[in-house]
């Protein structure tokens, strides 16, 4: 069976520190992966989604960076950290070979920016 | 880009009523629709998964989409406390590979024994 794990689950940090989120897909072989983030009270925003390793396409810029470092990862961070960048984020997988747009979404990381 | 409004806001039903939710889009090009919950502070679970006008059960939970008038509804029977959550649309087009989803903003559901 598939689990897909997030890391960490929450997380408290200072404006102009920098963030790093990671997820990793157990079970599933080049899985499509995808970012998504959800300001308090928000919208499900999807920011990026990759199809393979080392590829990463961006959907909406919110100085934040991605990478898929290896088949089953894929990290999100940036140097920076914006009071904006508070919110939950979800990792998500759907199957590369046979995608019926079917999303399984890991359990998020809640950032707090103070 | 496609616009997803989810309708109500927030619901409160009583344990045994049947809850109607409702979700509209802006245009046609997305053949693939998906009901999702989330608990708060949870990942999402998928309910129920509709690609074609008509109706789709997956127990307790029933879609029915319509594209022609921009919408799918959701319908849960029966409901009980432990359905209280966030109830999310989602819509991704075929023409984007099904690479690009798009969510309302949720409805809240309360389900009061």
């Known amino acids: 069976a598939q689990t897909i794990h997030q890391w960490p689950v929450a997380e408290i940090k200072a404006v102009g520190s920098p963030l790093s989120l990671g997820c990793t897909i157990k079970g599933k072989s080049s899985p499509n992966l995808y970012w998504y983030w959800q300001a308090t009270g928000g919208t499900l925003q999807q920011l990026f989604y990759?199809?393979?390793?080392?590829?990463v396409e961006s959907v909406v810029q919110l100085n934040l960076s991605a990478s898929r470092p290896k088949d089953d990862q894929f990290i999100l961070s940036t140097e920076k950290l914006l009071l904006s960048h508070s919110g939950f984020y979800l990792c998500?997988?759907?199957?590369?070979?046979?995608?019926?747009?079917?999303?399984?979404f890991g359990e998020g990381s809640k950032l707090t920016v103070l | 880009q496609q616009k997803v409004q989810q309708s109500p806001e927030s619901l409160t039903v009583s344990e045994g009523a049947m809850a109607s939710l409702n979700c509209t889009f802006s245009?046609?090009?997305?053949?693939?629709f998906r009901w999702y919950r989330q608990h708060s502070g949870k990942g999402l679970e998928v309910l129920v998964s509709?690609?074609?006008?008509g109706e789709k059960e997956e127990g307790r939970f029933t879609a029915h989409l319509n594209r022609a008038s921009l919408h799918v509804s959701l319908h849960i029977r029966e409901p009980q406390p432990s359905d209280s959550a966030v109830y999310l649309c989602a819509m991704s087009p075929s023409n984007t590979g099904y690479q690009n989803f798009y969510f309302g903003k949720g409805t809240s559901l309360t389900v009061i024994p």
């Open positions: 998500a997988w759907s199957p590369h070979r046979v995608n019926t747009g079917q999303l399984y």
């Open positions: 245009d046609g090009t997305s053949d693939n």
């Open positions: 990759s199809i393979t390793v080392g590829q």
């Open positions: 509709i690609f074609s006008d």
